[in-house]
């Protein structure tokens, strides 16, 4: 079992809809990031979350806002989606919230995220 | 020009049959290379961390070595339950330093 938590594991909805993706993890963490992938391709990094505070967002379209309440918690939620926003999002940590360290990410299992 | 090229794209071995996965990269001042293992359906699960070349690290029947432009994952006598995408991520300067994923080798182990 992975260490970091994503809940739900899938989600199906409109494009009207708002809903949103938690991730925890309780290693004492101090960066956590979001990921999207799609399928047969390699994880393209969202945002970044450095001692609670957003510290990368990669021109993330607006309908996706990162929100990080605590250092254990991280949340992405979604708003007004496109059907191409269809994906696995992977949340990650790493211990070290310091930009220039070299230490593993440790990810979840994801949201397996529907637009219809 | 892509970064991070991962080959084979797939790659199909009998069950013993040991083989090598490659992993190159462009970036210059490299901060780490680490190997992840991916289920379908499920997140990248971390296998090894190199920092610099002439590096080793070994797990199992995975043995990861680095050189300047270049990562190696062998796997010896492998297994089906071996069978899975292997990613490598590179972190360096040249990205920010941040994580830059390869596109990955599909594993297949046939018993």
């Known amino acids: 079992d992975t260490e970091v938590t994503q809940t739900p594991k899938h989600l199906v909805m409109g494009m009207t809809n708002k809903k949103s993706l938690k991730c925890e993890q309780h290693?004492?963490?101090?960066?956590m990031y979001w990921y999207k992938q799609k399928a047969k391709k390699p994880p393209e990094l969202m945002f970044v979350?450095?001692?609670?505070?957003?510290?990368i967002n990669e021109s993330v379209p607006s309908r996706f806002s990162p929100e990080c309440p605590n250092s254990s918690l991280l949340n992405l939620h979604l708003h007004a989606l496109q059907p191409e926003d269809s994906a696995l999002y992977l949340c990650?940590?790493?211990?070290?919230?310091?930009?220039?360290?070299?230490?593993?990410?440790?990810f979840g299992d994801g949201t397996r995220l529907s637009i219809l | 020009e892509d970064q991070v090229t991962q080959s084979p794209e797939a790659l199909r071995l009998q069950e013993g049959e040991s083989s090598s996965l490659n992993c190159s990269y462009t970036?210059?001042?490299?901060?780490?290379l680490f190997w992840y293992r991916q289920d379908p359906g499920k997140g990248p699960e971390f296998l090894f961390t190199?920092?610099?070349a002439g590096e080793e690290k070994e797990k199992e029947r995975l043995k990861a070595t680095l050189t300047k432009k270049e990562s190696f994952l062998h796997i010896t006598a492998p297994k089906p339950e071996d069978s899975a995408t292997y990613l490598c991520?590179?972190?360096?300067?040249?990205?920010?330093?941040?994580?830059?994923f390869g596109t990955g080798t599909s594993l297949t182990v046939i018993p």
């Open positions: 979350y450095s001692y609670e505070k957003l510290s």
């Open positions: 991520a590179v972190q360096a300067s040249d990205t920010g330093n941040q994580f830059y």
């Open positions: 970036v210059s001042g490299l901060r780490g």
């Open positions: 290693m004492g963490h101090r960066a």
């Open positions: 990650a940590s790493s211990p070290s919230g310091s930009h220039y360290s070299n230490q593993p990410q440790h």
């Open positions: 190199l920092y610099s």
